[in-house]
């Protein structure tokens, strides 16, 4: 079922997803082994919504191939955000748990996002993590990059580039929310 927007192209299916996030998982694998992040020293932090499942299937890929289980944690930084209530549509925001059982402090973080687009939810969650410790580093995983930045942000991994234009949006879908895997590329309709 793809999504109500009008649908311009489907980018990716299921098992697109899936080999996407086998390769993501082996890149953060070939940090495991960097003396500068041993897998006691990294975690897993998803953005909500789509992020979170992201990082967790990612995290569920890692413990196979590695046999070790890196912290995960989720966050919400709705309230960091800079356009609430500025024309944007987000006058009245959802939001959802943050839950981080682990301290953020001198860890290596890989901040799991679904779609990066004008940088600003990277902006705000970065203002977030910060609240919440001081992370040694933090590293940006989006699955669908559809560039347009307002801000200077850049994924560190990047599960695929999808150029877009002003009008249009990239609409990540996944079982656990969305009952289907897949990424469509669709006409923004208001």
């Known amino acids: 079922m793809p999504p109500p927007d009008p649908v311009k192209a489907h980018l990716m299916d299921a098992a697109d997803v899936a080999r996407t996030l086998d390769r993501l998982a082996r890149q953060i694998v070939e940090e495991l082994d960097d003396e ?64 981080i059982p682990f301290r953020l402090d001198g860890r290596r973080i890989v901040l799991v996002d679904d779609v990066v687009y004008t940088g600003r939810t990277t902006r705000a969650a970065l203002d977030a993590l910060v609240d919440m410790g001081r992370p040694a580093s933090v590293r940006l995983l989006a699955f669908v990059d559809r560039g347009l930045r307002e801000l200077p942000v850049a994924p560190d991994y990047v599960g695929r580039h999808v150029p877009t234009a002003p009008g ?4 990540v879908r996944l079982e656990e929310e969305d009952r289907e895997d897949g990424v469509w590329l669709v006409e923004k309709t208001s």
């Not at 590695?66 to 912290?71: A, H, K, Q, S, W």
């Not at 249009?168 to 609409?171: G, S």
């Open 36 to 99: 500068a992040a041993p897998a006691d020293r990294l975690a897993l932090v998803g953005m909500q919504t789509r992020g979170v499942h992201l990082a967790r299937r990612l995290r569920d890929r890692i413990e196979a191939i590695e046999d070790v289980r890196l912290p995960f944690g989720v966050l919400d930084a709705t309230f960091y955000r800079d356009d609430i209530g500025r024309g944007t549509g987000r006058l009245a925001p959802t939001v959802q748990p943050t839950d």
């Open 168 to 171: 249009e949006l990239v609409r």
